[in-house]
């Protein structure tokens, strides 16, 4: 089966040497683009690594729709056990690596002995760019040519006592965050950890809003005749929405094959899931998307919303967001596609002031000197890392003058300026150690 490349799957072919990263949208054609490569390179064998089963199948499937038989397909958890080791291929293909680098999973680089990676995400990190490169290919939503859909952003409230409760930890959050803005606190290690668990609990908080229930039960019932996939947080609001409705769910403790398999052939209308469908599911005439809750970062953001590239181009995706809580971040991602919103969210959410200030102070801090140097402090001094690219955009931002930044866990760049901390984006290739050089402060 051939089919026209895009001008970025081009580009790649060109571009891919040893190793990188295409960093895409879902469903911009990664797997295409890879599959492309395979054959353009003329490799004898090659292993694509994936971290679900149901993405081990949907990669056969395409495999042998392009007459490609010379690669193998396994999943990050058989790739990464012991009876693996010793696996040699030409190239190694990780499909979602951002996935890759857990403790467990990160064996798999060890395990198998390969002269090329080539690493595909939509959402990469700092770990899954040290294992598989430098993203070589970032292609921008507009050249993605993806489907043309349409998010609808649904405000909800809080109940009282959950309003209550919520304000709490936001004032308990806020009190650790002012220590933690305090420069010389030796209890950094413990701050944090305190500041983390009281994020969690917020957001449990928010996750389970009673309001979400009625509101999903509305959604399904107006769209009943349309192919709708739900996506929740927790597993207690799925089985909640079940129960009132009817329809099937599939989640970690219920990993329904039959219900997945009758929605994947039309057999129902609905599927109910808790984030397991939100990477690596391809049914291709789902008409509603329904997020009932949603984790805040970009990440994550663009794994769920990327459900809705491969639909119909009159497909609809539906968020709700809980007023004056921490989802109304997830509004500042709203330019990326077209978007209405539903009811009336707070002017601040709108129109950000300061959006980053928890990751901000949650992230590591680097420094940059005046001669373009990027180290961390230490007790001994100072770490060194190797030149970056995110060194321009520093300087940029701080007239060439020295400054600190910080990274998140997600690769994101923050920095502070004139008391408002901004992004600078995401990470296109780690910040790598030089090697242990301490220089005493003086």
């Known amino acids: 089966m051939a089919l026209n490349p895009h001008d970025w799957q081009n580009r790649l072919l060109k571009l891919f040497k040893d190793k990188g990263v295409v960093k895409a949208f ?5 797997t295409y683009g890879a599959i492309l490569l395979i054959k353009y390179n003329r490799y004898n064998n090659v292993i694509v690594a994936v971290p679900t089963r149901k993405l081990k199948h949907q990669w056969i499937e395409e495999l042998n729709k392009h007459k490609v038989f010379n690669s193998v397909v396994e999943t990050f958890h058989i790739l990464s056990k012991q009876k693996s080791s010793g ?9 979602e690596c951002h996935r890759s680098t857990s403790p467990i999973f990160q064996i798999l680089y060890k395990n198998v002995s390969y002269k090329h990676v080539l690493g595909l995400t939509a959402t990469p990190n700092k770990e899954c760019l040290g294992f598989c490169g430098d993203v070589i290919i970032d292609v921008p939503l507009e050249e993605a040519a993806i489907s043309d ?4 952003f649904h405000a909800i409230d809080l109940s009282t006592s959950e309003k209550s409760k919520y304000d709490e930890y936001s004032q308990a959050i806020g009190r650790y965050l002012g220590r933690l803005r305090r420069q010389g606190d030796k209890n950094v290690g413990k701050i944090r950890k305190s500041l983390d668990s009281l994020i969690f609990k917020r957001r449990s908080i928010v996750y389970l809003a009673d309001s979400r229930v009625p509101k999903t039960v509305e959604l399904l019932a107006k769209n009943k005749d349309k192919p709708t996939l739900v996506i929740c947080k927790r597993i207690k609001q799925v089985d909640k929405i079940s129960r009132l409705t009817g ?9 329904d094959g039959k219900a997945l398999f009758d929605f994947h052939n039309d057999r129902i209308p609905a599927l109910l899931s808790v984030g397991m469908l939100s990477e690596g599911y391809d049914k291709k005439n789902i008409q509603c998307l329904i997020i009932v809750s949603t984790a805040i970062t970009e990440a994550y953001h663009i794994q769920s919303i990327g459900r809705a590239v491969r639909l119909p181009d009159d497909a609809e995706i539906h968020i709700l967001l809980a007023r004056k809580t921490t989802d109304e971040k997830l509004l500042q991602f709203r330019f990326m596609y077209k978007h209405e919103l539903v009811g009336e969210f707070s002017a601040r959410a709108l129109k950000p002031s300061n959006p980053w200030v928890e990751q901000y102070y949650l992230s590591d801090e680097y420094f940059l000197d005046a001669q373009d140097r990027i180290f961390q402090k230490n007790q001994d001094g100072k770490q060194y890392f190797k030149p970056n690219h995110i060194t321009y955009s520093l300087e940029r931002l701080f007239n060439y003058r020295s400054c600190r930044f910080r990274v998140t866990k997600d690769s994101l760049v923050l920095a502070k300026i004139g008391g408002r901390i ?10 790598e150690k030089i090697k242990p050089l301490n220089i005493k402060n003086a």
């Open 247 to 255: 329809y099937p769910v599939y989640h970690s403790e219920r990993p």
């Open 87 to 95: 696996l040699k291929c030409d190239l190694l293909i990780v499909d």
């Open 422 to 431: 901004i992004s600078l984006g995401i990470l296109n290739e780690q910040i």
């Open 26 to 30: 879902p469903g911009s054609g990664k």
């Open 149 to 152: 859909f349409k998010v609808y």
